[in-house]
């Protein structure tokens, strides 16, 4: 008696299948929590928020009186690790008084580069040995 369907046995589908390599999955890298931003009011407040057990840095900023408090849970010791940071104002540094008598005055550099360029004259040196200008001076006179 002929069925209308065909049968197949067991065997032969799995013998059409090529082998294939079993695939060796490799972990995700753990990415650290992303933190918590809680504003609070107050010192009191700030300590009374719960502490993530799940390792998130929570930070609370405290707008009214210019607090940041951050509150983390120390895996090593398992307590809440517990910081305040205050906004600090940059003070101007006080400006040293300069002590001029160390420097020359304008008037009597230019009185120094006029004589140089006048010995240079005189010794008919206009140029040095490299062609360039033997002039003194930021004029180039």
Do not use: W
Not at 12 to 20: D, L, N, R, S, T
Not at 32 to 56: M, N
Not at 61 to 85: E, R
Request: glycine share 8%; hydrophobic share 35%; with cysteine.
């Amino acid at each position: 008696m002929a069925y209308p369907y065909q049968t197949y046995l067991p065997n032969q589908g799995m013998q059409q299948m090529p082998y294939q390599q079993p695939m060796m999955q490799q972990p995700m890298p753990q990415q650290p929590p992303a933190p918590i931003v809680r504003p609070v009011a107050s010192l009191d407040e700030a300590r009374a928020v719960q502490t993530d057990f799940g390792g998130a840095l929570t930070i609370m900023p405290d707008i009214s009186h210019g607090f940041v408090y951050t509150k983390q849970l120390n895996f090593q010791t398992g307590s809440a690790d517990f910081a305040a940071y205050q906004r600090v104002q940059e003070q101007a540094a006080p400006q040293q008084d300069i002590n001029l008598s160390e420097y020359v005055k304008k008037s009597d550099f230019d009185e120094l580069a006029r004589r140089f360029n006048a010995l240079c004259d005189q010794l008919g040196g206009t140029t040095n040995e490299h062609g360039s200008n033997a002039h003194a001076g930021a004029d180039g006179k």
